[in-house]
Structures are given as structure tokens and as C-alpha cells.
């Protein structure tokens, strides 16, 4: 049971270049959600998706694009890479019901040169 | 919006003692959850206890049980018997809970952390 899994887990890009960071859960969850975190923030919601081509902005989605054309998959973009982007990317899911557990991936550590 | 604070960085604890954890969040809704998160070193998020806000018992799994005072908007985290493997960073975190005929996406509100390192 693969459970959710996030690709690559490190990524060092440069400014202006577009990356994309892969995202993919096998429980078949309605719901998906990136989120950043940055020491002395936390975790912040960038994007969220209820559902197959459903999805809306979070807290900080600026210079970020996603996508989900399918239910297990919910890829995030950095249209141009910036240097303020370097952080720790998580994803996660949880199925429709709101009292369900948000389940998170490994992340993957992004640093923008 | 909603806000979660967390005041204390860093804490330390021996092995085998009890610590507590801090937290204390702002909002104006009524029906939400509360939850702690484990944050080790491999970077995995980690779900430790998790606190329905209608409902008045404190939520206790083994180890960990937390002190939830709605009135005053505070939710911390006790960790008994502190364990070596409970090093990491412990993150509270604040779910809104959709209303009646609402809905809600399950947004979560992180706190900043807080470090913890027992030590032997």
C-alpha cells in the first residue's frame, strides 16, 4: 500500500526555470492539498482540489499553478522559479467526508538557486 | 481568518518526564477541529491527537492527551513517559468544520512549531 507518494523528494532548480512537483495517492481521496513550509510559518495551503478538475487557491498560490485531470494525481508548478520559493512542498489528501484525516506525503525539498 | 500560535520554539525534556506543549488559536467560528502534529526528522507529517470542539473530554491516545479549553481558546499538548523517538517538531493545527448545509475543504491552520529534543 503505497499510501501517497511525492517526486522528486529534492529538487535544486534556478531562477526563471519552471518545475514541476509530482504528487500521487493510490486511496482514490476526493480531496488533495499542497501546502509550503518555511521556518516560522508552519505549513500554508498554496492549492487545494475537491475533486478531479476541481480546484481552487489556498493562502499563498502566487506563481503556482496545479492541475488534476485525474483523481490520484495533483502535480504543482512553478511557472518561473524564484528564490522566495525555496522551501519544503507537502502534499496530502483525506477522503470526502471533512472528519476524515488529512494524510501527508514525504514532501520534497525545493531550493531555487 | 483563523490564527494558531505557538510560543514556545524550542523545549527540552529527560527521558521518562512529562512536557507540555503550548497552543492557542484566534477564531470567531464555532464548530472546528483542533489537532497536533509530529514532525520527526525523516520530514513525515504525522498525525498524534486530534480534538472535536463540540465536544467537552479532552482526546487522549496512549502517551499523549491534550487540554482543550474552548473559552479560552487554548489547546495544548502533554506528552507522559517522554520517549526518544518523540524528538521532533510538533506542529498544533486548526480545521474549521462546516456548518449545517455548508461545506468546508478542510483547510488546515498551522501553527510555527515547536521543537522538541528529549534527551537520555
Known amino acids: 500500500d503505497a499510501g501517497i507518494t511525492q517526486s522528486p523528494r529534492y529538487k535544486i532548480t534556478e531562477t526563471g526555470r519552471q518545475v514541476t512537483l509530482m504528487c500521487h495517492q493510490t486511496?482514490?481521496?476526493?480531496?488533495m492539498f499542497w501546502y509550503r513550509q518555511d521556518l516560522g510559518h508552519g505549513l500554508r495551503l498554496i492549492y487545494y482540489s475537491a475533486a478531479a478538475d476541481i480546484t481552487d487557491k489556498g493562502e499563498v498560490p502566487d506563481g503556482y499553478v496545479v492541475s488534476r485531470s485525474k483523481t490520484e494525481n495533483f502535480p504543482l508548478t512553478l511557472e518561473s522559479a524564484t528564490r522566495s520559493q525555496t522551501s519544503v512542498y507537502f502534499c496530502?489528501?483525506?477522503?470526502?467526508?471533512?472528519?476524515?484525516?488529512?494524510?501527508f506525503g514525504p514532501g520534497t525539498r525545493l531550493t531555487v538557486l | 481568518a483563523q490564527t494558531v500560535t505557538q510560543s514556545q520554539p524550542e523545549m527540552s525534556v529527560q527521558e521518562a518526564e512529562t512536557v507540555t506543549l503550548s497552543c492557542t488559536y484566534d477564531?470567531?467560528?464555532?464548530?472546528?477541529?483542533l489537532f497536533w502534529y509530529k514532525q520527526p526528522p525523516s520530514r513525515q507529517m504525522i498525525l498524534v491527537i486530534r480534538q472535536e470542539a463540540y465536544k467537552q473530554q479532552n482526546a487522549t491516545e496512549n502517551r499523549f492527551s491534550v487540554n482543550f479549553q474552548k473559552a479560552a481558546k487554548s489547546f495544548s499538548l502533554k506528552i507522559s513517559d517522554s520517549q526518544l523517538g518523540d524528538t521532533a517538531m510538533y506542529f498544533c493545527?486548526?480545521?474549521?468544520?462546516?456548518?449545517?448545509?455548508?461545506?468546508?475543504?478542510?483547510?488546515?491552520?498551522f501553527g510555527q512549531g515547536t521543537i522538541l529534543t528529549v534527551h537520555p
Open positions: 496530502a489528501s483525506r477522503r470526502d467526508s471533512i472528519a476524515d484525516t488529512q494524510y
Open positions: 493545527a486548526f480545521m474549521k468544520r462546516a456548518n449545517a448545509g455548508g461545506t468546508s475543504y478542510g483547510k488546515l491552520t
Open positions: 477564531t470567531s467560528e464555532n464548530n472546528y477541529y
Open positions: 486511496w482514490s481521496h476526493s480531496y
